[in-house]
T-cell receptor, first 115, second 114 residues
Framework: AQSVAQPEDQVNVAEGNPLTVKCTYS??????LFWYVQYPNRGLQFLLK??????LVKGSYGFEAEFNKSQTSFHLKKPSALVSDSALYFC?????????????FGQGTELSVKP | KAGVTQTPRYLIKTRGQQVTLSCSPI?????VSWYQQTPGQGLQFLFE???????NKGNFPGRFSGRQFSNSRSEMNVSTLELGDSALYLC?????????????FGPGTRLTVT
């Protein structure tokens, strides 16, 4: 069965420092991987996705993610964190069927960036 | 372009009642998916609609149903509400069917069952 794990419930970072939010996955076949962010009382916002190609994927708001097939990981990174990056981050893997599909989400990681 | 809109934003219902939630996708998007978000279970897939047809269904009881109209707008219905149905219900639209497309989420409907 396909699954996604985010091993850290919370990540605390000082503003200006680099941040990493971890994600590991378990899929059969080639993975379609996503990162979404959720701000309080808001829906999810798409950050980036990996389908194929370069292992380093660049996304919105200065975020990037590194796909590592041997470690089955897709960690989200940002070189310099902002207080406004504080939010709930979700990693997801797409299950593709003959018709349609669905996203399977990790449990989420609360990112807190302190000034 | 306007984003995904969901109505109502907040809803309070009593056990045993039924509820209908509405979702209007981004213009041009033909696929609509629904997710339930709770603190305990996280984000769980409910169903996906494309061209007025349900393409996939998650592991939810038959009390949860949905439909999609010819203009791609979608509704989901929950009958005989239970306390455990209290959740944030999120609708997402995408250009094509299948989860390989980016999904754009609405703000959600917060359902509270008392």
């Amino acid at each position: 069965a396909q699954s996604v794990a985010q091993p850290e419930d919370q990540v605390n970072v000082a503003e200006g420092n680099p941040l990493t939010v971890k994600c590991t996955y378990s899929v059969s076949g080639n993975p379609y991987l996503f990162w979404y962010v959720q701000y309080p009382n808001r829906g999810l916002q798409f950050l980036l996705k990996y389908i194929t190609g370069d292992n380093l994927v660049k996304g919105s708001y200065g975020f990037e993610a590194e796909f590592n097939k041997s470690q089955t990981s897709f960690h989200l990174k940002k070189p310099s964190a902002l207080v406004s990056d504080s939010a709930l981050y979700f990693c997801a893997v797409a299950m593709i069927y003959n018709q349609g599909g669905k996203l399977i989400f990790g449990q989420g990681t609360e990112l807190s960036v302190k000034p | 372009k306007a984003g995904v809109t969901q109505t109502p934003r907040y809803l309070i219902k009593t056990r045993g009642q039924q509820v209908t939630l509405s979702c209007s996708p981004i213009s041009g998007h033909r696929s609509v998916s629904w997710y339930q978000q709770t603190p305990g279970q996280g984000l769980q897939f409910l169903f996906e609609y494309f061209s007025e047809t349900q393409r996939n269904k998650g592991n939810f009881p038959g009390r949860f149903s949905g439909r999609q109209f010819s203009n791609s707008r979608s509704e989901m219905n929950v009958s005989t509400l239970e306390l455990g149905d209290s959740a944030l219900y999120l609708c997402a639209s995408s250009l094509g069917q299948g989860a390989s497309y980016e999904q754009y989420f609405g703000p959600g409907t917060r359902l509270t069952v008392t």
